[in-house]
């Protein structure tokens, strides 16, 4: 079995791969950004009549860009997914699939490591129920993915096998012309030795 990948090229848009790369960017520059905030000088201080730090705000507000950013360049790699990748669709859907849940999952994994800090002050006992929250919104998401992967356990599979053993359809298309063969070479001696 082969693929078609000469139209990958053409399918595959610059100002997307740009675009998605700028967010991505992005996300990282914020990140390194709130790491630098965290060295300065006061940023401990307690906001004034709140159980909140100057970090925990900052950390708060540059979780919120993050998981927004994260949230926003989902569907475009999962398009890039399909536009790159090369193999049957079924499999191809479902890793685009799985590469935007995943970034979905990981937004909610930001926000919940990122907001913990602005949240859990005002919840005082309660904190278990922050982290139980983000647990519900996350398993269903794992259960999404884990559900995807294994619907493409058996082309995956398939795809592994024809591409390191070689196709099973090109091994029967083999046997049965081979089998014909001996019927061929049969018909010939025969008639060579009724002649």
């Given at each position: 079995m082969t693929?078609?990948?000469?139209?990958?090229r053409d399918a595959v848009d610059y100002q997307?791969?740009?675009?998605?790369?700028?967010?991505?960017?992005?996300?990282?520059?914020?990140l390194f950004l709130l790491s630098v905030v965290s060295l300065l000088p006061g940023i401990?201080?307690?906001?004034?009549?709140?159980?909140?730090?100057?970090?925990?705000l900052a950390s708060a507000i540059v979780t919120l860009a993050v998981v927004g950013l994260l949230l926003y360049v989902a569907p475009g790699l999962a398009r890039l997914t399909r536009?790159?990748?090369?193999?049957?669709?079924?499999?191809?859907?479902?890793?685009?699939s799985v590469v935007?849940?995943?970034?979905?999952?990981?937004?909610?994994?930001?926000?919940?490591?990122?907001?913990a800090p602005a949240v859990t002050p005002f919840l005082e006992d309660a904190t278990w129920a922050y982290d139980v929250t983000f647990l519900l919104i996350s398993l269903p998401l794992l259960a999404?993915?884990?559900?995807?992967?294994?619907?493409?356990?058996?082309?995956?599979?398939?795809?592994?096998?024809?591409?390191?053993?070689?196709?099973?359809?090109a091994d029967d298309a083999t046997?049965?012309?081979?089998?014909?063969?001996?019927?061929?070479?049969?018909?010939?001696?025969t008639e060579g030795s009724t002649r």
């Open positions: 693929y078609n990948r000469s139209g990958m997307r791969v740009r675009s998605i790369g700028k967010l991505l960017f992005a996300t990282l520059g914020l401990d201080l307690f906001v004034p009549n709140t159980p909140l730090t100057l970090f925990a536009a790159t990748l090369g193999g049957p669709d079924e499999i191809v859907d479902d890793v685009a935007h849940l995943l970034v979905v999952l990981a937004a909610v994994l930001v926000a919940h490591r990122g907001l999404v993915v884990a559900s995807q992967l294994y619907a493409s356990l058996d082309p995956a599979a398939d795809l592994f096998a024809d591409r390191i053993a070689g196709s099973s359809a046997t049965a012309s081979a089998a014909e063969r001996p019927n061929a070479d049969d018909d010939s001696v």
